[in-house]
Nanobody, 127 residues
């Protein structure tokens, strides 16, 4: 059964860093999947944070560009989100998502672009 498990969230102060991990157990080899990170704050819709393609190309929302870095380790079947210079407005439940793609495809920015989701890990940034 396909499964994504996020970890690494927590309570930090403004300016601190966190590294989120998402361990994948999917039907096909992990390298066949484009991966995304999304977040959802209370009362708000789930929003795109970052994506990483099968080839390692990355994309970020304007709100996190320059502060967050997404990476993947195909051998460990894990995708990471390094979050630096955290702000109060980064507070949210963070989800990873997976979509099987052809090698040249760019992962989408909409939640509906993905087939598999984790349960989320909470990030709280105190101001």
């Amino acid at each position: 059964q396909a499964q994504l498990v996020e970890s690494g969230g927590g309570l930090v102060q403004t300016g601190d860093s966190l590294r989120l991990s998402c361990a994948a157990s999917l039907r096909h080899p992990f390298r066949y999947y484009g991966m995304g990170w999304f977040r959802q704050a209370p009362g708000k819709e789930r929003e795109f944070v970052a994506t990483i393609s099968r080839s390692g190309s990355t994309d970020y929302s304007d709100s996190v560009k320059g502060r967050f870095t997404v990476s993947r380790d195909n051998d460990k079947k894990t995708v990471f989100l390094q979050m630096n210079s955290l702000k109060h407005e980064d507070t949210a439940l963070y989800y990873c998502a997976a979509k099987q793609l052809i090698l040249s495809a760019v992962p989408g920015h909409a939640p509906s672009d993905y087939d598999y989701w984790g349960q989320g890990t909470q990030v709280t940034v105190s101001s």
